[in-house]
């Protein structure tokens, strides 16, 4: 069996525990929590807003397999952000190991 083979959880880590992602997901949040106060401000005014398409347009294109109506919709949110993170966290992985296997091997980037 090959030794570099990794389980989804563990591959799920790797490419998620990183300054790219985590800054990505903490955007995400950060959207996510904006649009609920949005939410909870305009239901008690009773005027509407279009605050929650941000959190759609932050984790977009995968979000935006589910749109759908209604709250089955939102799934879509959580599942595009770890999409989008876990694509950003594998293109910070695979710069950032091939410059250090640059440097190992001598090449400078100065």
């Known amino acids: 069996m ?5 389980s989804l959880p ?3 880590r790797h490419y998620l525990v990183n300054p790219l992602a985590l800054g990505y997901l903490g955007v995400v949040l950060a959207v996510c929590l904006w649009v609920t106060i949005d939410a909870v401000s305009a239901s008690s ?3 509407a807003s279009f605050a929650g398409l ?3 347009l932050a984790t977009a294109p995968t979000s935006m397999l589910f749109l759908v109506a209604g709250p089955v919709g939102l799934i879509g949110i959580p599942i595009g952000a770890i999409v989008q993170a876990t694509a950003l966290g594998a293109l910070y992985r695979s710069i950032t190991e091939r410059r250090a296997g640059a440097t190992e091997v001598g090449v400078s980037n100065a």
């Open 2 to 6: 090959d030794k570099n083979r990794r």
């Open 10 to 12: 563990q591959s799920l």
């Open 45 to 47: 005014s009773g005027d």
């Open 54 to 56: 941000w959190a759609v």
